[in-house]
């Protein structure tokens, strides 16, 4: 992260016992962003999880208590557009990959336009490096890229 611009930041998990359901892992994700919250009211908080383990709820929960958070969700599900949409409207913003993610932050001014040219220049080099377990699954992973590469 220190390499992509980010000077300070916290990753926080959950418990082993909260991994039995969505609720109670999204539960303990939320303690732990409290408790961070507590220690640290002068940051923004800024939320990247995933559609496939209760980040959703994460995301929900934590605009519900700070509207001021951003959300974003990568999409490993294949979450319907309307629903993506109904999220974004709330302020959860579901990406497919993280050039998208760039994209949106950008949109959002947490990116400036220098750092999502070089967020899509890392994206495009280093693709080829990616071993996908199909060629189906590598031209599904390259058309999502394209789409988004050229957003930016």
């Known amino acids: 992260m220190r390499k992509a611009g980010v000077a300070k930041l916290a990753i926080e998990t959950g418990t082993v016992l909260g991994m039995f359901t969505k609720r109670g892992m999204a539960d303990g ?13 002068e940051y923004r908080l800024i939320f990247l999880g ?10 929900d929960d934590l605009l519900a208590e700070h509207p001021d958070a951003v959300a974003f969700i990568h999409d490993v599900v294949d ?12 302020g959860v913003h579901f990406f497919d990959t993280y050039v998208g993610a760039a994209s949106m932050a950008r949109g959002l001014g947490l990116v ?3 750092r999502l040219e070089l967020i899509a220049e890392h994206a495009r080099e280093s693709f ?7 060629d189906a699954a590598a031209d599904a992973a390259r058309a999502l890229l394209e ?5 930016v």
Do not use: C, M, W
């Open 29 to 41: 994700k939320l303690a732990n962003i409290r408790q961070i919250r507590a220690l640290y009211p």
């Open 50 to 59: 995933d559609s496939g383990q209760g980040d959703v709820l994460v995301a």
């Open 147 to 151: 789409r988004d590469l050229a957003g």
């Open 79 to 90: 979450t319907p557009e309307a629903e993506r949409d109904a999220h974004a409207a709330r």
């Open 112 to 114: 400036s336009a220098d």
């Open 128 to 134: 080829n490096r990616v071993r996908f377990h199909s």
